[in-house]
Nanobody, 118 residues
């Protein structure tokens, strides 16, 4: 198993940037695909970005392409989400996840709040 803890959320004005981190403990994250999801108030959970075990393939939600970048440092057991040009519609709780592949996630963090003001 793996335990995931997100950090780096906060409040930012539209157009600003934030970098989220997801620190893993337990099993090495090199054995997992890693991803970020988000849930905005009153909306369903949304798959935002994902990266394969060795980083050779990624998934990006269309609305974040060109603005968000996922990366991973397996040695540090950390996954990052760099978010640039943030928009108010990016406001949500962001969750880190780990799983077998880009579309199968079994482990979840508790989330970190991102608020983007206009």
């Amino acid at each position: 198993q793996v335990q995931l803890v997100e950090s780096g959320g906060g409040w930012v004005q539209a157009g600003g940037s934030l970098r989220l981190s997801c620190a893993a403990s337990g099993r090495l994250i090199s054995t997992y695909a890693m991803g970020w999801f988000r849930r905005a108030p009153g909306k369903e959970r949304e798959y935002v970005v994902g990266i394969t075990r060795n980083g050779d393939n990624t998934y990006y939600l269309d609305s974040v392409k060109g603005r968000f970048t996922i990366s991973r440092d397996n040695d540090k057991r950390t996954v990052y989400l760099q978010m640039n040009s943030l928009k108010p519609e990016d406001t949500a709780v962001y969750y880190c996840a780990a799983g077998g592949d880009l579309y199968l996630y079994n482990y979840w963090g508790r989330g970190t709040q991102v608020t983007v003001s206009s």
